[in-house]
């Protein structure tokens, strides 16, 4: 089918939201956020988030349609994130777009919604070349992929062995002092500090373990090493220079995605780079990667701000990447995956 119309609905975390994507065109975007209900709390509230998804379902799907000028029937397909994500917020959205297509008689197909962060960029830069190196940041996945061909082979070239770079960010934050979500607030703060000023590991770079894992992330120490030293510098009654743990901590974690992705294109003899997810906000993360990119001839596509946190946008644009693929729907009864591993692409 040429240039479908599909409704994409995203429900993985905190984020309810709908779109609709006509070929690569972006026709409408909604996005309610149960985040501010979450913050006092320092974290995402599985049962919270799982009501608001509920609450704002209807409304999100409803405004994504009445923007695009369309009905249901107007739709050639329905997308839906299947997984990985947290459970209860899955079966919210799964529920409904089941629901959905059963009564419009319109094909479903459940999503992997990680995937779904480097599809978007579609609508934003065109079609993926062929061997397109793909790097996945956000709160709870650091993956590398090769994308041979969109959306018939992907394979995982490296992925996060604990801490992904967003929870380190998160786990930082905290100990700061500051609110949740802390990403933002480090990136703030780094843009006035000395990314030089303390010596942040950068993990799995060196030695037999770097040897052994070129292409794979460990954040986890990276984050002991920042508490370690601001826990030393408090008990010598120093004050913490904050602009400047964030710029060292930003630095390092930059450094080392810039560099495996690097490596990893030269590899496979890419010459692009695509990333996606919602650490990919990150500003020190964004310039570190298009400096790389210039230095080894690589075209480093980094999706528009409000493309890289979760969107339905990214759904229906994966959608449509299987419908024109002529990928079968997902079966009625499908599962949810709160795992759903890189390897599968669809329900």
């Given at each position: 089918?040429?240039?479908?119309?599909?409704?994409?609905?995203?429900?993985?975390?905190?984020?309810?939201?709908?779109?609709?994507?006509?070929g690569?065109?972006?026709?409408s975007?909604?996005?309610?956020?149960?985040?501010?209900?979450?913050a006092?709390?320092?974290?995402?509230?599985?049962?919270?988030?799982?009501?608001?998804?509920a609450?704002?379902?209807?409304?999100?799907?409803?405004k994504?349609?009445?923007?695009?000028?369309?009905?249901?029937?107007?739709v050639?397909?329905?997308?839906?994130?299947?997984?990985?994500?947290?459970?209860?917020?899955?079966?919210?959205?799964?529920?409904g777009?089941?629901?959905?297509?059963?009564?419009?008689?319109?094909?479903?197909?459940?999503?992997?919604?990680?995937?779904?962060?480097?599809?978007?960029?579609?609508?934003?830069f065109?079609a993926?070349?062929?061997?397109?190196?793909?790097?996945?940041?956000?709160?709870?996945?650091?993956?590398?992929?090769?994308?041979?061909?969109?959306p018939?082979?992907?394979?995982?070239?490296g992925?996060?062995?604990?801490?992904?770079?967003?929870?380190?960010?998160?786990?930082v934050?905290?100990?700061?002092?500051?609110?949740?979500?802390?990403?933002?607030?480090?990136?703030r703060?780094a843009?006035?500090?000395?990314?030089?000023?303390?010596?942040?590991?950068?993990g799995?770079?060196?030695g037999?373990?770097g040897?052994?894992?070129?292409y794979?992330?460990?954040?986890?120490?990276?984050?002991?090493?920042?508490?370690?030293w601001?826990?030393?510098?408090?008990?010598?009654?120093?004050?913490?220079?904050?602009?400047?743990?964030?710029?060292s901590?930003?630095?390092?974690?930059?450094?080392?995605?810039?560099?495996?992705?690097?490596?990893?294109?030269?590899q496979y003899?890419?010459?692009?780079?695509?990333?996606?997810?919602?650490?990919?906000a990150?500003?020190?993360?964004?310039?570190?990667?298009?400096?790389?990119?210039?230095?080894?001839?690589?075209?480093?596509?980094?999706?528009?701000i409000?493309?890289?946190?979760?969107?339905?946008a990214?759904?229906?644009?994966?959608?449509?990447n299987?419908?024109?693929?002529?990928?079968?729907?997902?079966?009625?009864?499908?599962?949810?995956?709160?795992?759903?591993?890189?390897?599968?692409?669809?329900?």
């Open positions: 089918m040429s240039e479908p119309i599909v409704l994409g609905i995203e429900s993985t975390c905190d984020e309810t939201a709908a779109a609709i994507v006509h690569r065109e972006l026709l975007n909604v996005v309610a956020s149960s985040m501010e209900e979450h006092r709390y320092g974290g995402v509230i599985p049962e919270i988030a799982s009501r608001a998804h609450e704002a379902f209807v409304p999100c799907v409803s994504a349609l009445a923007d695009a000028n369309m009905t249901l029937a107007d050639d397909a329905i997308a839906v994130s299947a997984g990985p994500g947290l459970a209860g917020c899955l079966a919210v959205g799964v529920s777009a089941k629901a959905l297509a059963w009564a419009s008689g319109k094909p479903l197909y459940g999503i992997n919604h990680v995937i779904g962060h480097i599809a978007v960029t579609q609508l934003q065109g993926f070349p062929p061997d397109t190196l793909a790097l996945i940041v956000s709160g709870g996945h650091t993956s590398l992929l090769h994308v041979e061909d969109m018939r082979k992907i394979d995982v070239v992925t996060t062995l604990d801490d992904a770079a967003g929870e380190c960010f998160d786990k934050a905290r100990l700061l002092g500051f609110p949740y979500p802390g990403g933002p607030h480090i990136d703060h843009q006035h500090g000395d990314p030089h000023a303390i010596r942040v590991p950068q799995l770079t060196q037999k373990a040897a052994a894992h070129p794979d992330f460990s954040f986890s120490g990276v984050k002991t090493a920042v508490a370690r601001v826990e030393s510098e408090q008990a010598a009654g120093h004050d913490i220079p904050v602009d400047d743990v964030c710029a901590l930003a630095d390092s974690v930059a450094t080392v995605l810039a560099r495996k992705a690097m490596r990893g294109c030269e003899g890419s010459n692009t780079l695509i990333v996606g997810g919602g650490f990919s990150n500003s020190q993360l964004r310039a570190k990667l298009l400096e790389y990119g210039e230095k080894h001839g690589v075209e480093v596509r980094i999706p528009q409000k493309l890289c946190t979760d969107n339905g990214m759904v229906a644009m994966f959608g449509v299987l419908v024109e693929a002529g990928v079968a729907p997902s079966a009625p009864d499908f599962a949810i995956d709160s795992a759903m591993p890189l390897t599968k692409v669809s329900m």
